[in-house]
Each structure stands twice: as C-alpha cells, then as structure tokens.
C-alpha cells in the first residue's frame, strides 16, 4: 500500500496461468484510480514467462533468438555449413532450429540456438550472444537484424524454454526483405556458415561493444553526422587496440619498445624541466604512451587489413588518415572556430561512410569470412559502390575520380 522506493522482482501469472517474473521492477504509478482503493503500476527491465527467476541474477545455460530478416536464409540454411552444431571455446555450442509456432498450423520460425553454456544471466546472454548474433548478421547482410523474440533454459540442454520480454527486443512487422538475391545484400547464405558464427561468439569478450556501434550507426534511422564520426572515430581506436595490441611505435620487441619510451620520456621530462619546473612532471605523464602507435598509424594498420577485401575503401590512404585524424582531434580539442560549412560536411560525410565500410570489413574478417569473397560481394555491392562514388564527389583528392 505505499509506492516502492527500490526495484524488486515480482512473481505472478499470466492471463493463461503461465508463470512470469517482472525483473527490476520500478514503480510508474501509484495512486488512486477512478473507483475506491490504489492502483499500483510497475515497469520492469524484463520479463521470463514460464518461470519465477529468483532475481536478476539467475542464471541460465541456454539461449534462442530469432533475428529479424534471417527468414529470408530459410532455404540456403540447409546447406551442409548450416546444420548440425558447432562447439564453442566455452564449452557450448550454437546451432540453427527451425521451430513450429504454436497455434499456427504450418508456420515456423528459425532460431539460432545456443546449449550447455557457461551460467550466465540474462543481461550476460544478451551482452555475450544476443547482441554480437544480432550485429554479425547485421553487417553481413548489410540489413537490420535486431532481435525479435528471445527465449532462455534454465537447465539446458533437457530443461524448459521461458519466453523474454525486454525493450531490446523489436516487434514484428511486414517490412521485412524474404529475398536474399538482392544486391543490397552483402554476403549470401554459402559465404558464411555456423563455423563462422561459432568464431564471432568466441571473439566477443575481445571485440566487446565495438560490432554493435557500427551496426547501430549504420541502420540507425537518424543521428546526427557530427554523433556518427566521433563514435566510428573512436571505435577505429578502440579496435585495433583489440586486434594488435603487438603494434609498437619504436620496436617490434616489446622490452626494447619499452627501453626506448622509458628513455624518450625521462628525456623529455628533463628538458622540460630546464624550461619551467612544472613542465617536467606534466611532460612526464603526456609522453606515458609515447611507446604506443599513434592514432594515425593504429588508421593505417586498419586501412591495410581492410584494403585486402575492400579495394579503395580508404582511397589514398596517406590522405585519408590525415583527414581522420584531423577531424576526430577537432572533436576532442576543439581547435577551430566556427560551426560547419559545406567543406566539412563533405568531409565528415567521406570520414562516417568510410570508417563503416572500413569496420565493417574487419569486424567480417575476425570471423573468418574469406577475403577474396568479400571483395568479390563489394565489388557488386550497390551501397558499398555508392559510397565510393559519392566520395570522388566529396573528397575528390583522396578519391580521385576514375
């Protein structure tokens, strides 16, 4: 009888008898209603019907998802690469399931389905599985492939399927693309298999949230030019200190790179500090990472990687680091006066599509997906060959027009 001050869970049924669990609850309202007594309100983070899930922190060993557009594979999906089950490097495994829908005859839905999983709960199945499936299948198809419904097992593999309900999951509708031959389709079915699926999910502790930034900034419906370039800007960084955490700037031997940034730093600091005594710690602590690949190297090292699949995707890569850089350092420091005039936006516009297509290839990369059929997909690839076209318009002296 009085509004609650900290979220709980909260254990009922349905209005089919099933089981339900409202997890974090909050109160929304709570007040009186138009006849006598108090109505009390609650929105929760999530939802398992089926079971009552002690907390938050239940754990699971089990996972289904459909995504949205992977309807489309349904035929291509029995090809020998789909079937069957691939092990993880947890000890799990993932597979695809072609699943009747209750209560309508004939219809089923596929569901990519994970068994015997570390426990996990079920914000670390959506961060560990959910989101990196949803994002794979995003950037190879080069379509949304957000989640759609989602279910967990307590007990797995012989245990019940409970349904999820949570604000991550989006609701069905009849826009979505059934025919896969299209050429705004990236990859087709034969190009990737359940193998490669297994590499991403086994990456996804290393590549963390870096895939869902670029997959959320290419599908977002509208975000600002300026929000996009900083985010892809940073996620670039943030990649490739992922990917090759071996790049050094003076040695490839890490004692001897570390030799030599020890030595670099003690002398900067000392010099600075003929000049001004609080110039020798401040310079101390600038040059802390003076061993590390500055931003423009970590670009080119990406551009490399990249260059391999996607052929022109940074087009004159000395110029294309430089135009980068300048722009991410603009954010971070604000060094320019003004606001945005034509040249920038041209410019930002060749930074934000360029750094897409560029992630997108080495993120499709870390699973293995083979080089040369990336580059021959892109080749065909209408909006990858928008983008280089738009960009001799844009920033005609790093993509000079062919």
Not at 46 to 61: E, I, K, L, N, S
Not at 280 to 304: I, N, T, W
Not at 325 to 334: G, L, V
Request: net charge negative; aromatic share 8%; glycine share 8%.
């Amino acid at each position: 009888e009085e509004e609650l001050t900290a979220p709980v869970t909260i254990h009922g049924v349905d209005d089919r008898g099933r089981r339900l669990a409202l997890i974090s609850a909050t109160t929304v309202y709570w007040g009186p209603p138009e006849d006598a007594g108090y109505t009390h309100r609650f929105r929760g983070i999530q939802a398992v019907v089926g079971g009552h899930v002690r907390d938050r922190g239940h754990q699971f060993t089990g996972f289904r998802v459909r995504l949205r557009n992977i309807e489309a594979w349904r035929q291509p999906l029995q090809q020998a690469q789909w079937t069957g089950e691939v092990p993880l490097a947890n000890g799990g495994s993932i597979t695809v399931e072609d699943l009747p829908v209750s209560g309508h005859n004939g219809r089923s839905d596929l569901w990519l389905t994970g068994r015997t999983l570390p426990p996990a709960t079920l914000r670390g199945i959506e961060a560990h599985f959910v989101r990196p499936l949803g994002s794979l299948f995003t950037l190879a198809t080069d379509r949304l492939c957000s989640p759609l419904a989602m279910q967990v097992q307590e007990e797995s593999p012989d245990g019940p399927w409970w349904d999820v309900y949570s604000a991550a999951l989006q609701a069905d509708d009849d826009n979505d693309d059934l025919r896969w031959d299209l050429p705004r389709w990236l990859l087709q079915p034969p190009d990737i298999g359940l193998r490669q699926v297994g590499l991403w999910l086994d990456k996804a502790s290393l590549l963390g949230p870096l895939p869902a930034v670029v997959t959320d900034l290419a599908q977002a419906p509208a975000i600002s030019l300026d929000t996009q370039a900083l985010l892809l800007a940073t996620v670039a960084e943030g990649l490739h200190r992922r990917l090759y955490p071996g790049d050094l700037r003076f040695h490839e031997n890490r004692e001897l790179n570390a030799e030599v940034a020890d030595r670099v730093q003690a002398a900067g600091a000392e010099a600075a500090g003929l000049v001004h005594p609080d110039a020798k710690a401040a310079v101390h602590g600038l040059l802390s990472h003076v061993g590390d690949p500055g931003y423009a190297g970590r670009l080119k090292r990406l551009a490399g990687v990249a260059e391999v699949a996607a052929p022109g995707v940074t087009g004159r890569t000395s110029r294309w680091k430089t135009l980068v850089s300048d722009i991410r350092n603009e954010y971070a420091h604000r060094i320019g006066d003004g606001f945005l005039d034509d040249r920038d936006i041209d410019n930002r516009m060749t930074v934000v599509f360029s750094l897409r297509w560029l992630l997108t290839v080495v993120l499709l990369l870390q699973s293995d997906v083979d080089a040369s059929v990336l580059r021959t997909r892109l080749t065909s690839h209408e909006n990858y060959q928008r983008f280089l076209a738009d960009a001799q318009v844009w920033c005609p002296k790093i993509y000079p027009p062919t």
